[in-house]
C-alpha cells in the first residue's frame, strides 16, 4: 500500500554485467586501468553503434513495462565515460565514416530508450548528466533526478524541467562508511560526511528557488548504494534514518517559515524505530535506550526553542 517500484534500465554506462553476457555489445569490459574508463569497477559500457545494444535495451524497457505498473520509468544515463567508447577502433572509425560525435552517438541511444518508453506508454525520469553534460531533450513531462549537488535543481528548472531531489549532500544513506578500496590513502568515502538522520532532515529542496521554481520540484528520493552494502546489513543502512525524509516530503521540515527543532523530531523517530523492529526491521539505534525512555532529558541545552541550523556542506549547493 502506497509503495511504488520503478525499474531503473541503466545503460549506456555501468554495463560490465550484460557486456560480459554479450561481449560483442561492450566496450573497456573489465579494463585493468578501470579509473580511465569508469567511475568505479568493474568497467563497461555498452557499445552504441551495435544495434544489438538497442535492440537488448528495448526488450528490457518492454519487459519492465509490463511488469511494473507506475507511470514512470527510469532510463538512467548518469557516468557516461566517453573515453571507453574513444578506446573502441570500431566505435573510432563508425564516428569518422558518419561525421558525427561522441555526444551525438550518446544523445541518439537517449533518443531510442525514449521512442520504446514512450511507445509502452510510459513517462520518463533521467539523471541529471543526460539533461546538463549532454543537452539530451525530453518530454516535457520528463523529471530529471539531481544527484550532484543541489544547487543543480535550479540549472533543471531553467531548462524547462520538473526535478527529483536526492543531492549526495543530504540524501546518499552510503556515505560516511569509510573508503572500500584497499589501497587508497585516507579512509574516508567521496561522499563523506555520515548523513545522520538530522541532516537528511534539514534538506530543503526548494532553498534558493523562487515560488515559481519550486512548483517544478515535484519530490525526492532518498537513494544507497551497494558497495557496501548487501542483504545482510540493508535494514540499519536505511532505517530509521530514510524515515527522517517521509516528513521533509509530506509535511516540510518548517512550521510557520522556520525550521522545525530536532528535538520534537526524535521522540517520533524513537517510537517508529519501534514500530519497525516490531515487523522484523532490524533498525538500528538513535541514542541510548536510557535517553528513549526519558525523553529531551539528554538534550545538552535548556533553550529548546531552537536547536538547530540547517546543515550546510562545504561543497557547491
Known amino acids: 500500500r502506497a509503495?511504488?517500484?520503478i525499474p531503473e534500465v541503466e545503460a549506456p554506462a555501468h554495463a560490465y554485467s550484460i557486456g560480459k553476457a554479450f561481449p560483442e555489445?561492450?566496450?573497456?569490459l573489465d579494463y585493468d586501468d578501470w579509473d580511465v574508463m569508469a567511475a568505479e569497477p568493474p568497467?563497461?559500457?555498452?557499445?552504441?553503434t551495435n544495434p544489438k545494444s538497442h535492440k537488448i535495451v528495448a526488450d528490457l524497457i518492454d519487459e519492465f513495462s509490463q511488469l511494473f505498473p507506475d507511470k514512470y520509468i527510469h532510463l538512467s544515463g548518469d557516468e557516461v565515460n566517453e573515453k571507453s567508447w574513444e578506446s573502441s577502433e570500431k566505435i573510432r572509425d563508425y564516428l569518422k565514416a558518419n561525421r558525427t560525435t561522441i555526444n551525438n552517438l550518446y544523445n541518439d541511444f537517449n533518443y531510442g530508450m525514449q521512442a520504446k518508453a514512450k511507445e509502452n506508454g510510459k513517462s520518463i525520469i533521467v539523471w541529471q548528466e543526460a539533461l546538463l553534460k549532454?543537452?539530451?531533450k525530453f518530454p516535457s513531462d520528463a523529471l530529471v533526478q539531481v544527484w550532484l549537488g543541489a544547487g543543480d535543481a535550479k540549472a533543471v528548472i531553467e531548462k524547462g524541467y520538473d526535478?527529483?531531489?536526492s543531492s549526495y549532500q543530504y540524501w546518499y544513506l552510503d556515505c560516511g562508511h569509510g573508503q572500500w578500496m584497499g589501497e587508497a590513502p585516507n579512509s574516508h568515502s567521496w561522499?563523506?560526511?555520515?548523513k545522520s538522520w538530522q541532516i537528511i532532515y534539514s534538506y530543503d529542496l526548494v532553498a534558493g528557488l523562487t515560488p515559481a521554481q519550486a512548483q517544478k520540484v515535484k519530490g525526492g528520493e532518498v537513494t544507497a548504494w551497494s558497495e557496501q552494502i548487501d542483504e545482510y546489513v540493508i535494514d540499519k543502512y536505511l532505517w530509521p534514518r530514510a524515515s527522517a525524509a517521509s516528513e521533509v516530503l509530506w509535511t516540510g521540515n518548517k512550521d510557520k517559515g522556520k525550521l522545525r527543532s530536532t528535538?520534537?523530531?526524535l521522540p517520533r523517530l524513537n517510537d517508529w524505530r519501534f514500530r519497525m523492529l516490531k515487523r522484523g526491521i532490524i533498525a538500528e539505534p538513535l541514542q541510548p535506550l536510557?535517553?528513549?525512555?526519558?525523553?529531551?532529558?539528554?538534550d545538552t541545552t535548556k533553550n529548546q526553542a531552537n536547536l538547530r541550523e540547517p546543515y550546510k556542506p562545504d561543497s557547491k549547493a
Open 3 to 5: 509503495v511504488r517500484i
Open 25 to 28: 555489445i561492450g566496450t573497456s
Open 43 to 48: 568497467s563497461g559500457q555498452l557499445d552504441p
Open 134 to 136: 549532454h543537452n539530451v
Open 163 to 165: 526535478v527529483l531531489s
Open 191 to 194: 561522499c563523506d560526511p555520515y
Open 263 to 265: 528535538k520534537h523530531v
Open 290 to 298: 536510557w535517553c528513549v525512555k526519558n525523553p529531551y532529558r539528554c
